[in-house]
Each structure stands twice: as structure tokens, then as C-alpha cells.
């Protein structure tokens, strides 16, 4: 882990214009990896994004058969009634 006070102690040691030239760079490494994860967040927040309309679609699809096969069962039993006579 990164002792921040450690470092801190360091840079108080050189003189104030690398001082600076150092807290730079390492803010430019921050915000380059930082970026990076962005990016990754991003594509997997696209994947859980089509992840989730498969889903959906499946969803969808099995209650429609469900639905279907609810209002098939009035049916079949006036069908076999009127046969049962």
C-alpha cells in the first residue's frame, strides 16, 4: 500500500519546482488510469445492458406462452363438456 506521508516527506526534500514536476506526473498517471477504468466500466455496463434485453426478450416470450396456455384451458373445458354429453 501506498504510504501518501512517506512520500510527502520525500518530496519535501527537493526543491519546489520538482516538487511540482513530480505531484504532475503522478496526476497525469492518475487520470490515464483512471480513464482506463472508465473505459472498462463502460464496456461492461454495455454488456449488462444487452445482458438484460435477452432477458427481457426471454421474459417476454415465456409469458406469452403462459398467458396462452391459461386461455386455452376454458376452451379446452367447454370442448370437453360439449363432448361429454
Known amino acids: 500500500m501506498v504510504d501518501l506521508n512517506k512520500?510527502?516527506?520525500?518530496l519535501?526534500?527537493?526543491?519546489l519546482e520538482e516538487q511540482e514536476a513530480i505531484?504532475?506526473?503522478?496526476?497525469l498517471k492518475t487520470d490515464v488510469d483512471m480513464d482506463k477504468v472508465?473505459?472498462?466500466l463502460d464496456v461492461v455496463n454495455a454488456?449488462?445492458?444487452?445482458?438484460d434485453a435477452k432477458f427481457e426478450s426471454k421474459f417476454d416470450s415465456l409469458?406469452?406462452?403462459?398467458m396462452g396456455m391459461i386461455a386455452l384451458?376454458?376452451?379446452a373445458f367447454t370442448i370437453f363438456?360439449?363432448?361429454n354429453k
Open 63 to 66: 409469458r406469452l406462452l403462459i
Open 7 to 10: 512520500i510527502a516527506e520525500n
Open 38 to 40: 472508465l473505459n472498462k
Open 47 to 51: 454488456k449488462l445492458e444487452a445482458m
Open 12 to 15: 519535501k526534500v527537493l526543491p
Open 23 to 27: 505531484v504532475n506526473l503522478i496526476q
Open 73 to 75: 384451458i376454458p376452451i
Open 81 to 83: 363438456g360439449y363432448f
